[in-house]
C-alpha cells in the first residue's frame, strides 16, 4: 500500500514513517503543502495522511487541490485543531477519516487497515454495501440514490463506525444546520437503507457494525 504523509515536524513525520513501514506499507513523506503535488503528479497513492497546520498551502487546500482535479484517492487528517468547524471542514472536502494529535500511531494503522485494506474498500454494514471513493451505496445490489445532504450524513456515519460523530459535526451538512432538520434527515437515511442509527442522548449519533 503506498502512502503519502504530510507532516511539517520533521521528528514526528520520521516516526510515523518508520512505524508505517514496520507494518508493511510504502511511504513517502511531505513537509509542505506545495510537495504533495509534485509527488502526486509523477505517482500514484493509495492514501494520503494529511496533517493541517503546514507551510504555505495548508492541509485543507492541499486535499481541496486534489479532489477539483479528479484525485479521489481516500484521505485521513491527523490535526492539532479540535473545534468543531473544522472537523466539519475536513469532511466537507473529502477526507475520510480525522485523528486528533497527539495519538497514538497504532490507532492509526488500525484505522487504515480496518478502512483501506478491505478487497475493493467496499464497506458492508447492517446489509447495506458502501463505496467510500464514488460514495456509491447499495442495497440488495440496487444501487439507492441519496441526497447530497443525506450521502454526506452516511458518509461521516459509516467511516467512524462503531463512534459517537458529534451531533454539531452531522449538522453542519445542513442547508439550515439545527437539530430538528437532522433528526429529520437521520430519519429519511435509516427509512431508505433499513439501518439502524443510534442517538447517544447528549453526544450525537453513531452506526454500529454488527
Do not use: W
Request: aromatic share 8%; with cysteine.
Amino acid at each position: 500500500m503506498q502512502i503519502l504523509l504530510l507532516e511539517d515536524d520533521k521528528i514526528l513525520c520520521e516516526s510515523l514513517k518508520e512505524y508505517l513501514e514496520s507494518e508493511g506499507y510504502s511511504v513517502d513523506t511531505a513537509h509542505r503543502g506545495t510537495e504533495v503535488f509534485d509527488l502526486t503528479f509523477s505517482k500514484s497513492y493509495d492514501l494520503y495522511i494529511l496533517d493541517v497546520n503546514v507551510p504555505g498551502t495548508d492541509g485543507f487546500d492541499v486535499l481541496t487541490e486534489l479532489k477539483e482535479s479528479g484525485d479521489e484517492t481516500p484521505a485521513i487528517y491527523i490535526t492539532a485543531l479540535t473545534d468543531i468547524n473544522s472537523i466539519s471542514k475536513g469532511f466537507r472536502i473529502g477526507a475520510e477519516d480525522y485523528i486528533k494529535k497527539p495519538f497514538d500511531p497504532e490507532e492509526l494503522v488500525i484505522r487504515i487497515k480496518s478502512k483501506y485494506e478491505r478487497p475493493d474498500r467496499i464497506i458492508e454494514i447492517q446489509g447495506v454495501t458502501y463505496d467510500p471513493l464514488d460514495k456509491t451505496v447499495r442495497k440488495d445490489g440496487e444501487v439507492i440514490g441519496l441526497g447530497d445532504v443525506q450521502a454526506n450524513l452516511f458518509h461521516a456515519l459509516v467511516m467512524r463506525a462503531n463512534t459517537v460523530v458529534d451531533s454539531y459535526t452531522l449538522m453542519d451538512f445542513l442547508e439550515h444546520p439545527n437539530a430538528n432538520a437532522l433528526r429529520v434527515n437521520l430519519a429519511k437515511l435509516k427509512s431508505k437503507l433499513g439501518i439502524e442509527i443510534k442517538n447517544i442522548r447528549g453526544q450525537g449519533y453513531m452506526i454500529e457494525d454488527l
